[in-house]
């Protein structure tokens, strides 16, 4: 399902994965706010590379899942 040669998803693509994957688990909406900080990033796709997350161009419309 992951396309991307860099490895990015969408933060919508990856919750719809992680919560299909673990449907019906009691903890999975706390794994995945604790997950989601360590895997995400943010990444300016018309250059290509990472963004540090105190970088100014770093918001929400750039943020992605990397696995």
Not at 2 to 24: A, H, P, S, W
Request: aromatic share 14%.
């Amino acid at each position: 399902m992951i396309e991307d040669e860099r490895g990015l998803v969408t933060i919508n693509q990856f919750r719809k994965m992680f919560f299909t994957y673990f449907k019906g688990e009691t903890s999975a909406y706390q794994v995945y706010d604790m997950l989601e900080p360590a895997v995400s990033v943010h990444y300016d796709l018309g250059k290509n590379c990472l963004l540090d997350n105190k970088d100014p161009r770093a918001t929400s419309s750039n943020k992605f899942i990397r696995i």
